[in-house]
């Protein structure tokens, strides 16, 4: 069990909906659905979560035979195909406003080849259960071809705190299993993301932009994670809560337009 209390639980989650841009009402569902406990959350999303893994021929991560880390695999993987697909329109609308700083469009494009390289390890070992997005306009500041960074920042700092979250429960699923080599590669990516929290922390006009002394977990397990980020808006497979419309994850993904290092865990 996470070890905050259920009032510090949803007053973090409260904030999450919020920087992600979540509707009054969506976000008010959600909250009441986390007041009545963990269980009521995960049984709003269970329909997601039985998504199996698409069928093919590639190698599958570990499992500890009670389907914990397949759970977790699958939902990984298909949220790094959703971070991909997020960034390949972001880059597409920066590139439409000269007016975005060139040190910002450089981090969005190292984000890009980080989040990249992400997909690129666990898809080796998990599938999503799916690559058909619906991703709300307020995410990028607007429909179309609108861009504003203060909403951007908002969006990825509420993003990558339930991804960060999604990594730890990766590092505890995989230390319970007895498999401390993912465990630690979760947390690789769990250090990763939280370097991208900061910079959305930043764009959101934090001050500070790095202000915790350890990453916050709130929920232990994949389908409060996913029931959070259903809550905010956006769909996996079908069609969100807020105002957006679906992209596709692109495949083949667009090559990283800047090189970076460490591009597997280790």
């Given at each position: 069990?996470?070890?905050?209390?259920?009032?510090?639980?949803?007053?973090?989650?409260?904030?999450?909906?919020?920087?992600?841009?979540?509707?009054?009402?969506?976000?008010r569902r959600l909250l009441q659905r986390a007041a009545v406990g963990a269980a009521g959350v995960a049984a709003a999303s269970a329909g997601i979560l039985?998504?199996?893994?698409?069928?093919?021929?590639?190698?599958?991560?570990?499992?500890?035979?009670?389907g914990?880390?397949?759970?977790?695999?699958?939902?990984?993987?298909?949220?790094?195909?959703?971070?991909?697909?997020?960034?390949?329109?972001?880059?597409?609308?920066?590139?439409?406003?000269?007016e975005v700083p060139s040190d910002v469009s450089v981090t969005f494009d190292a984000?890009?080849?980080?989040?990249?390289?992400?997909?690129?390890?666990?898809?080796?070992h998990f599938d999503p259960s799916t690559k058909h997005f619906w991703i709300p306009d307020g995410f990028f500041g607007g429909a179309d071809d609108a861009l504003d960074l203060t909403a951007v920042g908002k969006g990825v700092s509420g993003g990558e705190t339930l991804f960060v979250n999604t990594y730890l429960v990766g590092v505890t699923t995989f230390a319970e299993?007895?498999?401390?080599?993912?465990?630690?590669?979760?947390?690789?990516?769990?250090?990763?993301?939280?370097?991208?929290?900061?910079?959305?922390?930043?764009?959101?006009?934090?001050?500070?932009?790095?202000?915790?002394?350890f990453e916050e977990f709130v929920f232990d397990n994949v389908g409060d994670i996913e029931a959070a980020l259903v809550g905010a808006g956006f769909g996996l497979g079908q069609e969100g809560t807020s105002p957006g419309r679906f992209y596709d994850f692109p495949d083949p993904p667009m090559a990283p337009p800047m090189p970076i290092s460490s591009n597997e865990p280790k």
């Open positions: 069990m996470s070890r905050y209390s259920p009032s510090s639980s949803i007053e973090v989650l409260d904030r999450v909906l919020r920087d992600t841009s979540a509707p009054t009402g969506a976000r039985a998504s199996s893994a698409l069928a093919d021929d590639r190698p599958h991560g570990p499992s500890n035979g009670d914990s880390i397949d759970d977790w695999g699958v939902f990984t993987s298909t949220t790094e195909a959703l971070t991909v697909t997020i960034l390949d329109e972001l880059l597409r609308r920066t590139s439409l406003h000269p984000v890009y080849a980080a989040e990249l390289d992400h997909w690129n390890f666990i898809s080796q299993a007895g498999d401390p080599k993912f465990a630690r590669y979760a947390a690789e990516a769990a250090g990763d993301e939280s370097e991208h929290r900061v910079l959305g922390q930043t764009l959101a006009g934090a001050s500070p932009p790095n202000n915790l002394g």
